[in-house]
Every structure is written in structure tokens, then in C-alpha cells.
């Protein structure tokens, strides 16, 4: 696997499970905390990382 | 009245493999949701052709990841195992040639691979949770959450 975007996402559900089981007791809300998490950061990196296609390389 | 004895021992549980501190005080479906959580971002990191840390005098950070990996107890050593072949945890001094050399080109080895920093990521974060999981399992034993 080498999708910088699929590893970003797999990342992100990873760690949005684990805060979701660490801080919901029942399973419908350790889902919907889970997903709001995942889906929170994928969008967040994404929109950082079109922020900074803008910034110059350097070099 | 706090079992300081249980709570002590839910704490070693949890450094030894994650989940089991929750396991043992009851929590036992969590537990094993850590558990797998836990070892598949490890595992995905080793993958990955991250690396585990060694601490290297000069950079204090080093010191801070090392202690991230050590968090997850056994599971470090298989880390260390598969990025230097060896149980090391302290970057060997130049005077030691061969050991020094050793070691560069391991990880030098795993740094050149495209999917170095998202590996050591996984590696680092698997350890950070851990140290949560920790955390948590102090606080459900000495009853400040349920």
C-alpha cells in the first residue's frame, strides 16, 4: 500500500475507533463517534493539504 | 476503598499487551477491540517500514519517541527485533565501528522506502495509545470512571 491517501484514511479509521471505544460505553454511540472522528480528520487533512498546494516548495 | 493491588496489576496487564488491563477489571469486549486496534496500527506500521526509536544522546526527542515505543511492552521488542535484527534501545557510540555501522544501514534501509514516515507514525501512535490505555485502566480501577 503505498496511496499516501489510503494510509492517511486507514490512520484515520484506526485512530478514530480507538478513541471512540475508549470514550462511548454502547455501540451505536462508539459508531457514530467513531465515524464523526474518521470522517473529521480525512476532511481536515485534506483541506490542510489544499491549503498548502499553495505554499512555494523551495528549493 | 481503592484495591490498589488490582489496580497495580491492571496497569502491568495493560503495559504487557494492550486491552488486557480492561480485560481483567471487566471490560472485557474493550479490551479486545484495544487489543486488535492496537496491534494492527503496530503491525500496519512495521509494514509500512517504520522503525522503532532509539534514544541518541544530542537529541532529546529520540528520548521521548523511545519511551512512546517502549509503552507498548512485548510488542516493542518484536519492533526492535524487526528493525535491527537485535534488542537495542540506546544508538551505539562511533567507537563501537562494526555495531554503529550496523545499525545506520538498518535504518538508513528503512528510511529510503517511500512509506518510512507513515510507518513510524502508525509505530509511534500505537504506542501513544497504549500509553492512554494505561491511563484509562488506572482511572476505571481507582473508580474515578466507570
Redesign the interface.
Known sequence: MQSHFLIMAFFSLLVGAFFATLTRDTLREGLKAGALLTVTMVGVSLLIAYVMYFLPLGG | MVDSRKVAIACVLAWLLPGAGHFYLGKRV?GM??LG??V??FF?GLG?QGRVYLASAGKPLSYLATFANVALGPLDLIGREATYSRILYVFPSESDRAMYQDILERTRARILA??HE?GT??VL?AGL?NI??IL?AFDIGIGRKR
Open positions: 474493550k477491540l484495544f486496534i492496537i494492527v496500527t500496519t509500512l517511500v512509506t507513515y507514525t502508525f501512535t495509545m492512554l490505555l484509562d
